[in-house]
């Protein structure tokens, strides 16, 4: 396994360019990060990609201002028009009275137009509006990867002063242009790209990193590697199948859920898939912008946000338990009409897992779609197909387990209500997005899923029988509680329990003390090779802390992705964490 960080802002993994957790390694680290104290961000070198805008996504931003933009003004880029202008939409609908243009970079070289790249295009807006911006950027995971961001660096970097960039149009300030109309070119601004010796021997070692330690690349094979991600996804491949296997592979598989790989439909984050099962249910179903949705169980923060933001709104069931099933029923039948209902399967952090079987028969009644998010339980442990209309899935967890990579999948049951409907408005609208070099990256990482996932059950349920026999408030696990028979009803026949549990302790000192003694990775993100701890509950409900607790969700709760450590290793480190807890409460009491 590889070193643990232990200084604040490195990356997780350490030495890794595109690493996607950062080191939090004390409780007050993580507060200071949420209250924005320089003692902490001035020393962050990355953050999750959807919270912290990496440091080239930046630079690649304020290069795009310089060239084309105007004094006052701020950038935020996507990977095509129709992204950039959904941003648009969304700050004007907040704010009718901005200014904000899109402008859409043609620079792709004609390698990466056959593989499959997308586009550079740059949300220019003024930077007052900057909250705006950013809140579509994290809810929808939709803005462009730290590798995207490189590549363009480089295109920047050479670009000729006399090279373009074309402004789009979209019509008034309140809406969109379907079409996309021509605007004359604006010639570039001429700008030094020279960069110190410092700059350049850094970029040449990180291209040495990615390349020895993230795997070597090759953007040949990216029509193969993004077809072997889906084949993998619908259960179709091997533990040791490679992206030309894939192509000769075929589309079912008796060991595993049984899916067509053309419903499998990949994204760049699993928000964006999630977001756009969500816009797709607005546009495809009758009256579908007219009906709000539901959330069934307390979810991860940005599902909720999504849909309250978007669409008419939405009903929050935030226990997901027997009375909230009992509610649902209720607001049903007094002529309620749902578009979707989404859940988790089983919920993040508090790992609940819903009552699949009788919320399909609602759905069913009632004519409204079942969302599930299988991210924590994973592809492998549990088996919903027949319970959703719409499975999606962050690949950047499990899936992929190197933490160097986002991703997200979209599945569309064939079995779905209003299948036909949802097929024909994703031929319409569907944009694979998904660069070019993530999808190799993550197609490298995928192909020992199915060993690393049966190794971390192993640990996990270890770990659990040590937890079990400590001094807290509460252990959450899918095994146990009161949801535990859900889950059984969906636990596929030789799956497990997944890697993901919560610990709640008795107050927020007893947790801060075995979170700071705690010798893991500590940071965002789940779902790693490695184990990875967080104060979950600080940093993703930071700004709304009493409202999580009246949901169940513990300020005192720490949350731990369970990794491939040896057994015996993982007991002994949380074996060491324990006790140190133990002993301030012994000092407490005395």
């Known amino acids: 396994m590889p070193a643990i960080p232990t200084e604040t802002g490195l990356p997780i993994p350490g030495n890794t360019p595109h690493a996607i957790s950062v080191t939090l390694p004390t409780w007050a680290a993580n507060v200071g990060y949420e209250e924005g104290a320089d003692w902490v961000v001035s020393k962050m070198q990355c953050g999750y990609p959807r919270f912290f805008i990496a440091k080239n996504i930046a630079k690649l931003a304020e290069r795009c201002v310089t060239r084309f933009g105007k004094p006052g003004e701020a950038a935020m880029l996507f990977p095509s028009m129709a992204c950039a202008e959904r941003c648009r939409l969304f700050i004007l609908d907040k704010c009718s009275e901005a200014k904000v243009r899109v402008a859409e970079l043609h620079d792709l070289s004609p390698a990466l137009r056959h593989a499959g790249g997308s586009s550079l295009c740059v949300v220019l807006y003024e930077a007052s509006l900057f909250p705006l911006a950013k809140q579509y950027w994290q809810h929808t995971g939709e803005g462009i990867s730290s590798r995207q961001a490189d590549y363009y660096l480089r295109q920047v970097d050479q670009a000729q002063p006399k090279d373009t960039v074309e402004f789009k149009k979209g019509g008034s300030n309140r809406h969109y242009s379907r079409q996309p109309s021509t605007d004359k070119s604006i010639t570039r601004h001429s700008s030094s790209a020279a960069a110190g010796d410092a700059e350049t021997l850094n970029r040449d070692q990180l291209t040495y990193l990615e390349e020895r330690y993230g795997r070597n690349l090759n953007l040949q094979s990216v029509e193969q590697a993004k077809l072997a991600v889906r084949r993998r996804i619908a259960g179709s491949l091997t533990l040791t199948d490679s992206p030309e296997v894939a192509l000769e592979a ?69 226990r997901g338990d027997a009375q909230d099933l009992v509610k649902l029923e209720a607001m049903l039948a007094g002529g309620e009409r749902l578009l979707a209902l989404f859940c988790e399967c089983p919920s993040n952090p508090l790992l609940r897992t819903p009552p699949l079987k009788k919320l399909r028969e609602l759905a069913d009644q009632y004519g409204f779609l079942i969302v599930i998010d299988e991210t924590i339980g994973n592809f492998i442990n549990v088996r919903v197909c027949q319970y959703a209309d719409i499975i999606v899935s962050s690949l950047t967890k499990v899936f992929s387990g190197d933490s160097n990579v986002m991703g997200g999948s979209f599945i569309l049951s064939a079995k779905a209500l209003f299948y036909k409907q949802l097929k024909d408005q994703l031929t319409k609208t569907y944009e694979d997005n998904l660069w070019v070099e993530d999808a190799v990256t993550l197609e490298r990482n995928s192909r020992d899923f199915i060993s690393r996932i049966e190794r971390i059950n192993q640990n996990a349920e270890a770990l659990c029988e040590l937890v079990l026999k400590q001094d807290i408030k509460a252990l959450h696990y899918p095994k146990y509680g009161e949801t535990s028979a859900n889950y059984e009803a969906i636990k596929a026949p030789d799956g497990g329990y997944g890697g993901l549990l919560s610990i709640t302790f008795d107050s927020v000192e007893e947790a801060a003390v075995f979170y700071d003694a705690l010798h893991t990775c500590k940071g965002p993100s789940l779902g790693t090779n490695f184990t990875l701890s967080s104060p979950y509950t600080l940093l993703a409900h930071f700004t709304e802390l009493p409202w999580a607790e009246t949901w169940g969700v513990d300020q005192a709760l720490v949350r731990v992705s369970v990794g491939l450590e040896p057994t015996g290793t993982l007991l002994e480190t949380f074996e060491t964490a324990f006790k140190a807890l133990t002993a301030f409460k012994q000092s407490s009491v005395a």
């Open 250 to 318: 075929k589309e079912e598989s008796p060991a595993h859920q049984r899916v067509g790989v053309d419903d499998v439909y990949l994204f760049p984050t699993g928000m964006t898939s999630i977001f756009h099962a969500h816009q797709l249910a607005l546009s495809a179903l009758p009256d579908g912008s007219q009906r709000k949705s539901a959330c069934f169980g307390f979810p991860y923060t940005d599902t909720l946000k999504i849909l309250e933001k978007w669409g008419p709104g939405a009903h929050f069931f935030g």
